[in-house]
């Protein structure tokens, strides 16, 4: 699984792990944070998180059109350097009067453009290893890869986000709105670790970074990769193609990201806040540590060539296992489950699953029979569906949701204690529609892109999730005085069109993949 891959894969993750857990700790809170900071209401709130994630992913396409002409590493070091000013600013404790609103616009704004120079760019560069023919059969597998990595980072970022706003609150004596803003800060230090990996590690992948002259990329025999030459008209094809993908993109991204909008909202005022037995271990960040450390160390044990590796893995195994039966012995009591701690289970999913995923890919492979990427997709939209079905039954017979008017502010309010499995069972099947569509969504576009548009072609796959982003909204608008039911088998019809829709241009999609 890991084997045959070139050492510049590794450092580029592990630079966007860094990145990734600072972001998604500030975006675990961010959502309550605006509605419990500035009194926000949850379409007003809904709308600045949507359009702050629409400019996340939309300015990628500025940041490859600048990568194309003036290189990916230059681009990607900007980028960090500008985040950080932004989360530098969102982790002051302003309050919540209109100068402290301004203040976290702006701060929203240079985060956003810091990610567009930065995520999009990593990307490419990933893609670019594998240009090289000698790795040309390890891209999907390579950004299977990748896209475990960063999660591993997403995995920690709703338990940092919790535990230090409640250190803040509890000894350093913050209030509960200031609180937030030390979970803002944790993105701060992740970028510097970043930026230390990016630069620690340079020599792995250097040669795909861009902007290099002719007679410098000449004198590493490793990088001497022909580029592709193609008509205008194998051109053509090749970006309709990838506009009918971001199309379909779209639709996913508008569906999926609710997970930081309203099933955050649902794990607040309608998931029970207590958890016992059994279930409660499923809120401790290291016992999911744990059962991924026994999936890795079990594929470990059959994929081992030596006796030693196997005993190693073999004793991972056990390790792992008595970790978990000596916290199931010591489960005290109630557990408080906080709403921002569901967002924990999707990149849990993402990195257990992913060694799960590539071996079915990788059997069906061996077969002839494996799906093309954009046959995965499909899937994919078709599996999203099945998960918002799975929370609409689960929402039968429950009431609207229901706001309180406190110190003359409008809160939300708590009105039902449904089981946290619901949210725990969603997000493994979200999951598993994003395991389908979002690594091999990537992967399509740096094979097919046209060479000369690579990074203007990755920043229109971030374009099409900008405007799905954006679209998330339309779940905040829609939650308060509509059936739950209802706004669920909204985004049930979005996913199923979407895959039809996926269905009928597959022959096209598939000539140039």
Same mark, same amino acid.
């Given at each position: 699984?890991?084997?045959?891959?070139?050492?510049?894969?590794?450092?580029?993750?592990?630079?966007?792990?860094?990145?990734?857990?600072?972001?998604?700790?500030?975006?675990?809170?961010?959502?309550?944070?605006?509605?419990?900071?500035?009194?926000?209401?949850?379409?007003?709130?809904?709308?600045?998180?949507s359009a702050f994630l629409m400019l996340v992913y939309f300015l990628p396409l500025a940041g490859g059109l600048l990568a194309d002409k003036f290189?990916?590493?230059?681009?990607?070091?900007?980028?960090?350097?500008?985040?950080?000013?932004?989360?530098?600013?969102?982790?002051?404790?302003?309050?919540?009067?209109?100068?402290?609103?301004?203040?976290?616009?702006?701060?929203?704004?240079?985060?956003?453009?810091?990610?567009?120079?930065?995520?999009?760019?990593?990307?490419?560069?990933?893609?670019?290893?594998?240009?090289?023919?000698?790795?040309?059969?390890?891209?999907?597998?390579?950004?299977?890869?990748?896209?475990?990595?960063?999660?591993?980072?997403?995995?920690?970022?709703?338990?940092?986000?919790? @535990?230090?706003?409640?250190?803040? @609150?509890?000894?350093?004596?913050?209030?509960?709105?200031?609180?937030?803003?030390?979970?803002?800060?944790?993105?701060?230090?992740?970028?510097?670790?970043?930026?230390?990996?990016?630069?620690?590690?340079?020599?792995?992948?250097?040669?795909?970074?861009?902007?290099?002259?002719?007679?410098?990329?000449?004198?590493?025999?490793?990088?001497?990769?022909?580029?592709?030459?193609?008509?205008?008209?194998?051109?053509?094809?090749?970006?309709?193609?990838?506009?009918?993908?971001?199309?379909?993109?779209?639709?996913?991204?508008?569906?999926?990201?609710?997970?930081?909008?309203?099933?955050?909202?649902?794990?607040? @005022?309608?998931?029970?806040?207590?958890?016992?037995?059994?279930?409660?271990?499923?809120?401790?960040?290291?016992?999911?540590?744990?059962?991924?450390?026994?999936?890795?160390?079990?594929?470990?044990?059959?994929?081992?060539?030596?006796?030693?590796?196997?005993?190693?893995?073999?004793?991972?195994?056990?390790?792992?296992?008595?970790?978990?039966?000596?916290?199931?012995?010591?489960?005290?009591?109630?557990?408080?489950?906080?709403?921002?701690?569901?967002?924990?289970?999707?990149?849990?999913?993402?990195?257990?699953?992913?060694?799960?995923?590539?071996?079915?890919?990788?059997?069906?492979?061996?077969?002839?029979?494996?799906?093309?990427?954009?046959?995965?997709?499909?899937?994919?939209?078709?599996?999203?569906?099945?998960?918002?079905?799975?929370?609409?039954?689960g929402c039968v017979g429950l009431p609207t949701p229901q706001v309180e008017v406190v110190d003359g502010e409008s809160v939300a309010k708590h009105v039902a204690d449904v089981s946290p499995m619901l949210l725990v069972g969603v997000y493994l099947v979200?999951?598993?529609?994003?395991?389908?569509?979002?690594?091999?969504?990537?992967?399509?576009?740096?094979?097919?892109?046209?060479?000369?548009?690579?990074?203007?072609?990755?920043?229109?796959?971030?374009?099409?999730?900008?405007?799905?982003?954006?679209?998330?909204?339309?779940?905040?608008?829609?939650?308060?005085?509509?059936?739950?039911?209802?706004?669920?088998?909204?985004?049930?019809?979005?996913?199923?069109?979407?895959?039809?829709?996926?269905?009928?241009?597959?022959?096209?999609?598939?000539?140039?993949?």
């Amino acid at each position: 699984m890991f084997e045959g891959q070139p050492k510049g894969l590794w450092a580029l993750a592990l630079a966007n792990t860094g990145e990734r857990f600072g972001y998604y700790t500030m975006l675990a809170v961010f959502a309550l944070f605006l509605r419990a900071n500035f009194g926000l209401d949850a379409s007003t709130a809904g709308w600045i998180y949507s359009a702050f994630l629409m400019l996340v992913y939309f300015l990628p396409l500025a940041g490859g059109l600048l990568a194309d002409k003036f290189g990916y590493g230059k681009m990607v070091t900007i980028g960090i350097t500008v985040m950080f000013v932004g989360y530098l600013l969102l982790s002051l404790p302003l309050g919540g009067d209109l100068i402290a609103l301004v203040a976290m616009l702006f701060a929203l704004v240079f985060i956003a453009m810091g990610t567009g120079l930065f995520k999009g760019n990593l990307q490419v560069m990933v893609g670019n290893l594998y240009d090289n023919p000698k790795y040309a059969n390890k891209r999907d597998s390579a950004f299977s890869l990748f896209y475990m990595a960063i999660n591993i980072g997403a995995l920690f970022a709703p338990t940092a986000a919790v @535990e230090i706003k409640e250190y803040a @609150e509890t000894v350093l004596g913050y209030s509960s709105n200031d609180a937030y803003h030390f979970s803002f800060a944790v993105a701060c230090a992740s970028l510097i670790l970043s930026i230390a990996i990016y630069y620690l590690f340079r020599p792995t992948f250097k040669h795909v970074e861009g902007g290099v002259s002719k007679k410098d990329a000449k004198k590493d025999a490793n990088t001497a990769v022909v580029e592709e030459e193609l008509s205008p008209a194998e051109t053509k094809a090749r970006v309709v193609a990838l506009c009918l993908v971001f199309a379909v993109v779209i639709f996913f991204w508008m569906a999926f990201h609710q997970n930081g909008l309203t099933l955050t909202y649902f794990a607040d @005022e309608f998931t029970a806040q207590r958890s016992t037995g059994v279930e409660s271990m499923l809120f401790n960040v290291w016992n999911l540590v744990a059962i991924i450390v026994i999936v890795y160390a079990l594929f470990s044990v059959f994929q081992s060539k030596t006796g030693q590796g196997k005993a190693l893995s073999g004793t991972l195994v056990v390790a792992a296992i008595a970790f978990l039966l000596y916290q199931y012995n010591n489960i005290g009591g109630e557990v408080v489950v906080n709403a921002p701690i569901f967002q924990q289970f999707n990149p849990f999913y993402v990195v257990a699953l992913t060694p799960v995923s590539m071996a079915i890919f990788g059997w069906l492979a061996s077969k002839g029979k494996e799906p093309s990427a954009p046959r995965k997709i499909a899937y994919g939209m078709l599996i999203a569906a099945v998960g918002f079905v799975v929370m609409a039954l689960g929402c039968v017979g429950l009431p609207t949701p229901q706001v309180e008017v406190v110190d003359g502010e409008s809160v939300a309010k708590h009105v039902a204690d449904v089981s946290p499995m619901l949210l725990v069972g969603v997000y493994l099947v979200l999951t598993f529609a994003e395991l389908l569509l979002s690594p091999m969504g990537i992967s399509f576009v740096s094979k097919v892109a046209p060479p000369k548009l690579k990074g203007t072609m990755m920043g229109g796959w971030f374009v099409a999730t900008a405007i799905g982003n954006l679209l998330v909204g339309v779940g905040g608008a829609l939650w308060g005085g509509i059936d739950l039911t209802i706004v669920w088998t909204v985004f049930v019809a979005l996913c199923i069109i979407s895959a039809i829709f996926m269905f009928v241009m597959m022959k096209r999609l598939e000539k140039v993949a």
